[in-house]
């Protein structure tokens, strides 16, 4: 069974970096067969796509976000983080990490969710 | 980019009612559409992929239709554990969500 579970601060300062990492288990981000993604969803709304991670390297991301975000693996450990600079009370959010199919983009397996603050 | 809609966003029934709900894409998405299911405090749960196909292990009383830019969800008897919000996703154009519609107990 696929499992994923993110990891990080829950509370960020404004303007500065919101770390997260989601560590996988019964797969591997190195397998071509899906793409690694960041999902978010702001108290009271709906879910945003944040971006996704291919095995090759290759990373696709929310315009919205206006080259805020960074997501990269770390295949010794299993991993996948985002990065997200320059933060506002915007950004405050349960962050999901998840998998997601390369032929039909559905999100097969989703982490627990974790909630970031955005606060000075 | 590519925008999703709902409707309705709040929904009352009880156990045994059919319940129908819509999602509509700003423009033509094929049948690019997958559906999910969100309990408070859990992940999403998929439901449907390419609008109309069931994933593993979901009840059959899920039903999904649709094309282009009109889709719909159908319910076909609600059970106690169908209360939960319902949210549809598009991936013509990179992945965007609709706002969800949360099914509650009349």
């Known amino acids: 069974q696929v499992q994923l579970k993110e990891s990080g601060p829950g509370l960020v300062k404004t303007s500065e970096t919101l770390s997260l990492t989601c560590s996988v288990s019964?797969?591997?981000?190195?397998?071509?067969?899906?793409?690694w993604s960041w999902i978010r969803q702001p108290p009271g709304k709906g879910m945003e796509w944040i971006g996704y991670?291919?095995?090759?390297?290759?990373?696709k991301f929310n315009p919205s976000l206006k080259g805020r975000a960074t997501i990269s693996p770390d295949t010794s450990k299993n991993q996948f983080s985002l990065t997200l600079r320059s933060v506002t009370a915007a950004d405050t959010a349960v962050y999901f990490c998840?998998?997601?199919?390369?032929?039909?983009?559905?999100?097969?397996?989703w982490g627990q969710g974790t909630l970031v603050t955005v606060s000075s | 980019d590519i925008q999703m809609t709902q409707s309705p966003s709040f929904l009352s029934a009880s156990i045994g009612d059919r319940v129908t709900i819509t999602c509509q894409a700003s423009?033509?998405?094929?049948?690019?559409l997958n559906w999910y299911q969100q309990k408070p405090g859990k992940a999403p749960k998929l439901l449907l992929y390419?609008?109309?196909n069931l994933d593993t292990g979901v009840p059959s009383r899920f039903s999904g239709s649709g094309s282009g830019t009109d889709f719909s969800l159908t319910i076909s008897s609600l059970q106690p554990e169908d209360f939960a919000t319902y949210f549809c996703?598009?991936?013509?154009?990179?992945?965007?969500f609709g706002p969800g519609t949360k099914v509650d107990v009349k």
């Open positions: 390419d609008a109309s």
């Open positions: 996703q598009q991936y013509e154009n990179l992945i965007t």
């Open positions: 998840a998998r997601v199919g390369t032929s039909g983009y559905y999100i097969d397996f």
């Open positions: 423009q033509d998405i094929s049948n690019f």
């Open positions: 991670l291919y095995y090759s390297g290759s990373t």
């Open positions: 019964g797969d591997s981000v190195s397998s071509g067969s899906y793409y």
